[in-house]
Each structure stands twice: as structure tokens, then as C-alpha cells.
């Protein structure tokens, strides 16, 4: 059965702070893995990563991927109040493009 | 908007109800989804319609029922719900063969 497991389960910073959001995986024939940022209501798309050691970046966002260990980082700099957010890691399995999500990591920015 | 619209955005329905949950994309997609998020828990994936199949049934009680007209829409059913079966229902599409879902925005469903 494929997993999913994302820490922490929670975080607090402040503002200006660097937190890096960590998501390790089983999953059988490995196609991708998601980043999800939930806010209220629906999941927005962050970064799909299927190659292992290129980073993928998006201003103060960036993540990587290791398929040797099976794990993903997202990184977060100079966060903003605005990043306060659930964060959903996800894999996508070859055979059958389904995706297995992650508990997520609540992140709180205090001002 | 993200091209995936459900509705209603709220439902709160006693244990004797029926209701039905909509789901509706504009992209062209030929893959829908129905997930269910609870407090603490991961998104669960519940249904699967691939080109207007459904494809997985992922031990979903029969009290939830799916119902994928074409591959535009996506209704999900419900009868004699539990208090337990309160959560977000968040409905999904993509293209088979492509990465990644668009989600829409759920339903926020009470069972009283």
C-alpha cells in the first residue's frame, strides 16, 4: 500500500523566518510527487517533481526530491503571514496515476 | 476559480436525508475524482471515473454513491449518513497520462 508520511504535523514561526517541510514516501512504480498548499478550501498546485536532485523553485519557495531515500523537502524563505497554509505532499503512482496524500503540515506565520 | 466548481459549498443534512454533491470542470479533463478530508486525516480517496468509468471504489460505504454522467460531471450521492461521515468533500480532475489534479473548492458537509 502506498504511503505518505509529512513532518511535522504542525509548525509556528514568524515572520521572516526559514521553515523547510519534510514528506517521505512508499509508493510501488513511482511516477511523481505533489506539493499542495490548502489555505481554505481547495488544494493549489505547488510543484510536481519526478527527477531526483533538480530543485524546483517559485520565488521564496523551492523543493527537491531524493528517489534514493524517498523523501521531498519543501523550503520556505522569508515567510510572510501569507504562507500560513496546510501543506499537502502527494505521490503518483505509475500504474494507476492515482495520488496519495500525506496528513499534511499546518504552518502558522506569526506577524 | 480553478476550473473544478463544486456545490453546494455548505450542506448540513440530518442521518435521514438525501442529498447529492456536485462536481463540474471546464478543462477538458478526462479523470474525476472524489475525495474525503477529516480533521487530522489524510485526503482519503473515495471514487475514481476514468472516461466515464469508474475505475476504484476504495471500500466506500454504500451509503455514498457516485454517479459520473459524462466527463464533465460528477455527482456523489448521499443517503442515511453518519455524524461520522462530516468532513470536506473535495472533488478532483486530470488528464490520464499528465501529472497532477486541479481540485475544486469542496463541500463542507455536517451530518446532524
Redesign the interface.
Known sequence: EDKVVQSPLSLVVHEGDTVTLNCSYEVTNFRSLLWYKQEKKAPTFLFMLTSSGIEKKSGRLSSILDKKELFSILNITATQTGDSAIYLCAVEARSNYKLTFGKGTLLTVNP | E?G?TQTP?HLVMGMTNKKSLKCEQHLGHN?M?W?KQSA????E?MF?YSLEER??NNSVPSRFSPECPNSSHLFLHLHTLQPEDSA?Y?CAS?Q??T????????TRLTVV
Open positions: 480553478t473544478v459549498r479523470a475524482y475525495y487530522k486525516k489524510p485526503l480517496l475514481v475505475v476504484e470536506l473535495l486530470s490520464v497520462g501529472y497532477g489534479y486541479t481540485f475544486g473548492s469542496g
